[in-house]
T-cell receptor, first 119, second 112 residues
Framework: GAVVSQHPSRVICKSGTSVKIECRSL??????MFWYRQFPKQSLMLMAT?????????EQGVEKDKFLINHASLTLSTLTVTSAHPEDSSFYIC???????????????FGSGTQLSVL | GNSVTQMEGPVTLSEEAFLTINCTYT??????LFWYVQYPGEGLQLLLK?????DKGSNKGFEATYRKETTSFHLEKGSVQVSDSAVYFC???????????FGTGTSLTVIP
């Protein structure tokens, strides 16, 4: 089946540094990718929707200058947490949408997530 | 390794019908199991969860029981409503909570 690879699975960084998280669709083309974050004991929260070749659409309350999203190809989207601070420590997960075969066949595949810890 | 297999959709039901969406998993250790729901135009929301074998998660009339012997976590609701139309995702959380594994989602449409 379709696979979404998310890397790294865990990262620890110092406050003030930037961290890049990659999300790749390995065997399908993803016109749309979504980025979520999850705080402990809470549900996933949609951060942004990213369409290949265009600017990401951010959800209300999500700082676009802090969470840079690049979707340069149909198989790769990256999330960069710039100047990370301890409050950015969270679990980040991506998902990729494919509509191969038509809208009725829309499917969503998830990466396995990235645990970010900012010291 | 860890993985989740979920019943493929789409599923179309009449209002007040009984719903079952099958979900089975493979896992090392003792993961937590979740059902997430995505309503049209919105992000994922946690619907219910179970953290150990024989636990039953329930919310909004939906239920799922963590069955270790059958490695299943099927979602059920006795009487669906039009407002239940959404995409439902079964998910497995690793022991450490650092990784999630999702099913591919099942689209449910409830017609009046």
């Amino acid at each position: 089946g379709a696979v979404v690879s998310q890397h790294p699975s865990r990262v620890i960084c110092k406050s003030g540094t930037s961290v890049k998280i990659e999300c790749r669709s390995l065997d399908f083309q993803a016109t749309t990718m979504f980025w979520y974050r999850q705080f402990p004991k809470q549900s996933l929260m949609l951060m942004a929707t990213s369409n290949e070749g265009s600017k990401a659409t951010y959800e209300q309350g999500v700082e676009k200058d802090k969470f840079l999203i690049n979707h340069a190809s149909l198989t790769l989207s990256t999330l960069t947490v710039t100047s990370a601070h301890p409050e950015d420590s969270s679990f980040y997960i991506c998902s990729a949408r494919t509509v191969e075969g038509g809208a009725a066949n829309e499917k969503l595949f998830f990466g396995s997530g990235t645990q970010l810890s900012v010291l | 390794g860890n993985s989740v297999t979920q019943m493929e959709g789409p599923v179309t039901l009449s209002e007040e019908a009984f719903l079952t969406i099958n979900c089975t998993y493979t896992a090392t250790g003792y993961p937590s199991l979740f059902w997430y729901v995505q309503y049209p135009g919105e992000g994922l929301q946690l619907l219910l969860k179970a953290t150990k074998a024989d636990d039953k998660g329930s919310n909004k009339g939906f239920e799922a029981t963590y069955r270790k012997e059958t490695t299943s976590f099927h979602l059920e609701k006795g009487s669906v409503q039009v407002s239940d139309s959404a995409v439902y995702f079964c998910a497995l959380g690793s022991n450490t909570g650092n990784q999630f594994y999702f099913g591919t989602g099942t689209s449910l449409t409830v017609i009046p």
